[in-house]
């Protein structure tokens, strides 16, 4: 939330807490996963302003559980403490974190810069998923009203999209993967019976990125949100892929392979 607006939204309905299709996370097709498995810090640190980094190992989120008997995953994490239970957890061949990254020091050139870094190995298909407003779901898990219109506020350019909304507007940009795989459009996404909610499909409006390589799974985008009026920064990407250095404003942004930082432009 930012300059009187929601920028990114998620879960329409309690009913759906849990389910990885209603979070801005990368989606990935026909694997299982451990969707109630907790990631675990690699990396934080944090300024006065409310600047700062965070790194998340999701390793045992991409794992295989083991299961019993009945094929019911055994328990992931002790009932007091929620101490991790090491035996629950094998390799499914997928390994994956997050890098966070957020600047308010307006050296930007924007109120606000952000990075989200996704590095996912293995696996099947991936797409990353930027929720916008859903709107509200009734009762039955359908019939979502009020969402916002991709096709209406949302525009893409090459790697870039920019969203406006009545305080300002939120440019994105794609450093990696790069080629015109970005999307803002509204899609019918079905959700599967997960923690015994039940089945069903929603309208989802987001903005959707995915690689050439369907499977790729290095994600590396940098974000401004600035009020109404004011340009955007440019956003000048130097190198490649997860490699890249970002220059936007007075500020450069990086991913050592393990965090986020942020450097001024010497």
């Known amino acids: 939330m930012g300059l009187g607006d929601v920028w990114a939204d998620g879960l329409p309905s309690p009913r759906l807490d849990g389910q990885r299709i209603y979070d801005p996370v990368v989606q990935i097709t026909n694997n299982d996963i451990c969707e109630d498995a907790n990631g675990r810090t690699l990396y934080s640190k944090f300024e006065a302003d409310g600047s700062g980094s965070c790194s998340v190992d999701l390793n045992d989120v991409y794992s295989d559980a083991q299961r019993n008997k009945a094929g019911n995953t055994v328990c992931l994490y002790q009932n007091y403490g929620n101490i991790r239970v090491a035996d629950a957890f094998k390799p499914s061949g997928i390994t994956g974190m997050r890098a966070f990254g957020v600047d308010y020091s307006g050296k930007s050139g924007a109120p606000c810069l952000f990075v989200l870094v996704d590095k996912i190995d ?26 916002d219109d991709p096709t209406k506020i949302a525009k893409v350019a090459g790697d870039t999209v920019t969203v406006t909304k009545p305080g300002g507007t939120m440019k994105l940009t794609a450093v990696t993967p790069t080629g015109g795989n970005l999307i803002a459009e509204t899609r019918t996404i079905k959700f599967n019976q997960t923690y015994n909610r039940g089945v069903g499909t929603m309208q989802l409006p987001g903005i ?12 590396f985008i940098v974000a401004t949100i600035q009020p109404k009026g004011v340009a955007a920064p440019e956003v000048k990407v130097e190198g490649t892929g997860l490699d890249a250095v970002v220059t936007v404003g007075k500020r450069t942004v990086r991913f050592d392979g393990t965090k986020v930082i942020f450097d001024d432009v010497k």
């Open 122 to 147: 293995g696996g099947n298909e991936k797409l990353w998923l930027w929720h916008l407003a859903a709107g509200n779901m009734n009762a039955k898990g359908s019939g979502v009203t009020g969402g």
């Open 208 to 219: 959707f990125l995915h690689g050439a390589d369907p499977k790729e799974g290095h994600f």
